[in-house]
């Protein structure tokens, strides 16, 4: 019997490649009535590179991503706190990619119609409530004309993101997503790229800080290259910025003047956010990290099961690397009650952990040690944090995102056919 997945998201989508792989039937819900490139810029780590790898997929991946060189933090003065190489420069056995995240989508999307078939996604359809039963589970979706279908299927996987009807179901009193404060304005533009050519950089403070890198690679004749970017400023929470809205367009006066003294002779801040046609306005949210997330025959991935600030590049690769384990546990103990329990004993434990991890501003928590000891101004960083101190920092944070290098090149297959 067939593996439902509600949301055609990076974790849907990845979650059908896999039940494909594994010659499990799998159909894909998604609520919108088209699928578009939607989003800007994101990261995929080591850890889920692998697993689109794995899937075949390394070809087509190189053609839409940037393998990302460096990861850097930078003072508002514009001084070095931290650089270390990344990806393959890092030593990892996988690249890291910058990547556009709608173009993302849209390849796994076109590649789940080429290996499944065009029946393989519906689109419009929008997961309204399951009924999990001993053998199976009952499904119900709502068509954009408002008419409501119900399909059987041996299990239920919750993809459908941020807002999860799945999840919903599972706690109906949990109630809207948590702001924290942070305000993010996303954009692209176009620019010649700075430091390796494929940094990520991230400039500022904890409560004002602004993050760019290139996502296609420079044009020949140019040498310019698509930047996404990212400004973020930190609230007071009893302001009321409205609900999260992944494609919320505002214009960049609402927040440049904030940023209009970021001109270095190397980056050029104001710029880059003046160069940018669209703009998208995000409240930074992510929920409290929960208990469980099967529910009887249906379980959660990605982002309905632990949607996380976006401070550590590990949102979608979580998604990734999720479907993937998930998969395995299926592999394993076939479409089952035991294979959903068996994904959430090996995953949840350490993904809450991050949700929080991320809450605290996640690796680079250390501009907050720099604000503390130096008010954020320095010469040389080595007065401030020695090397060893940040060094230690990163690497906890990457052993508990699941791409500490040593660990991440020597653990086996996920999914071994
Ligand atoms: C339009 C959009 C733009 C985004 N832009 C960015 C960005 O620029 N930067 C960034 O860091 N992250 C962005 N994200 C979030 C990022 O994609 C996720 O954090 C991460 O990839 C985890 O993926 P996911 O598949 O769990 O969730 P998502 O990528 O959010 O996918 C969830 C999917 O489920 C669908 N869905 C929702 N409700 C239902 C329902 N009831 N029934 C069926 N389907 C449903 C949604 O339409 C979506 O396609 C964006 C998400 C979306 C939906």
Redesign the pocket.
């Known amino acids: 019997m067939t593996v439902i997945v509600?949301?055609?998201?990076?974790?849907?989508m990845t979650m059908a490649l896999t039940c494909h792989e594994l010659g499990l039937p799998v159909i894909v819900?998604?609520?919108?009535s088209q699928l578009q490139p939607?989003?800007?810029?994101?990261n995929l780590q080591p850890n889920a590179v692998r697993e689109l790898y794995d899937l075949g997929l390394e070809t087509q991946l190189d053609q839409i991503g940037v393998p990302a060189k460096e990861w850097a933090l930078v003072g508002r003065n514009g001084n070095d706190v931290w650089a270390e190489p990344r990806g393959l420069d890092a030593g990892y056995l996988w690249p890291q990619y910058s990547v556009h995240?709608g173009r993302l989508?849209m390849l796994l999307y076109e590649e789940v119609l080429r290996r499944l078939g065009l029946n393989a996604v519906t689109t419009g359809?929008?997961?309204l409530r399951y009924e999990s039963h001993d053998d199976s589970i009952r499904v119900s979706f709502q068509s954009g004309s408002g008419k409501v279908t119900s399909i059987e299927g041996s299990v239920l996987v919750g993809?459908?993101?941020?807002?999860?009807?799945a999840r919903h179901q599972m706690r109906p009193n949990e109630g809207p997503p948590v702001w924290g404060g942070p305000v993010m304005w996303?954009g692209t533009s176009e620019a010649v790229p700075i430091r390796t050519g494929a940094s990520f950089v991230l400039v500022g403070k904890l409560d004002q800080r602004f993050v760019c890198y290139p996502i296609s690679r420079p044009d020949p004749s140019t040498g310019l290259a698509t930047i996404n970017w990212i400004a973020e400023l930190t609230y007071d929470t009893s302001q009321d910025w409205g609900d999260s809205d992944?494609?919320r367009e505002v214009p960049v006066t609402k927040f440049l003047d904030q940023f209009q003294d970021w001109a270095f002779d190397w980056l050029d801040i104001p710029a880059l956010i003046r160069g940018a046609s669209t703009v998208y306005e995000y409240p930074m949210v992510d929920r409290d990290p929960i208990e469980n997330w099967v529910d009887g025959r249906c379980v959660l991935?990605?982002?309905?099961a632990h949607?996380m600030y976006?401070v550590g590049s590990n949102?979608?690769s979580q998604?990734i690397v999720d479907a993937r384990v998930l998969g395995a546990a299926m592999q394993h103990l076939g479409v089952s009650v035991a294979a959903l329990k068996s994904f959430e004993d090996a995953m949840l434990q350490d993904v809450n952990e991050l949700v929080l991890r991320n809450r605290g501003a996640g690796p680079i928590g250390i501009l907050g040690l720099v604000e503390e000891r130096c008010g954020g101004v320095f010469d040389d960083i080595e007065d401030v944090i020695p090397r060893a101190e940040i060094e230690d920092y990163m690497a906890r944070y990457k052993a508990a995102a699941g791409f500490a290098i040593e660990t991440l090149n020597n653990s086996p297959r996920t999914i071994l056919l």
């Open positions: 509600a949301g055609g998201g990076i974790a849907g819900h998604e609520s919108v939607s989003g800007v810029g994101i995240r989508q359809s929008r997961l993809a459908d993101g941020l807002h999860s009807a996303r992944w494609n991935i990605g982002d309905a949607v976006p949102g979608a998604a």
